[in-house]
């Protein structure tokens, strides 16, 4: 599925600029208005999302908003592990991805139920289906890995 994708430029501190890095994009802060990078470095990014690291280019460009230089990198929107209902947990299916209605929040697959990257209504396919979870509202539920499908 990564081969149909698009790759996109971004910049990112020196310190993660390592193939396989993977990171939550939070948008922009103050000091990014007004830069001359902010387009490749924050705009082509949607906020919330996990990008991993799939190309570290031999360039860099000093921020002046935080005072460093930021290597040029490629990236892809990353797969997300998740928990959904056992019916839909098929390999290879594009789904709507629906968070669950639960107020358990100690619950140990509560994190999977609700994953950072992922929003209710998202399309994703399923890339690999792991096993069954726990669910103490006992609703059958698998743990998969998740990617984001654009139309």
Do not use: W
Request: glycine share 12%.
């Amino acid at each position: 599925m990564n081969g149909e994708k698009r790759q996109i430029i971004t910049l990112i501190g020196p310190g993660q600029a390592r193939l396989g890095v993977r990171f939550i994009h939070k948008g922009g802060s103050p000091q990014c208005e007004g830069c001359q990078y902010r387009k490749v470095c924050i705009d082509n990014l949607e906020p919330g999302r996990i990008y991993k690291i799939v190309g570290v280019r031999d360039k860099t460009l000093f921020c002046d908003a935080y005072g460093m230089e930021m290597v040029v990198v490629e990236v892809l929107e990353s797969e997300v592990e998740a928990a959904i209902p056992s019916g839909f947990a098929i390999e290879g299916a594009i789904i709507s991805f629906q968070t669950p209605e639960c107020a358990e929040r100690d619950c140990e697959s509560y994190g999977l139920c609700f994953p950072e990257g992922l929003k209710g209504g998202d399309r994703v396919q399923i890339v690999e289906v792991n096993g069954n979870l726990h669910c103490r509202l006992k609703i059958p539920l698998r743990r998969v890995r998740l990617l984001r499908v654009h139309s």
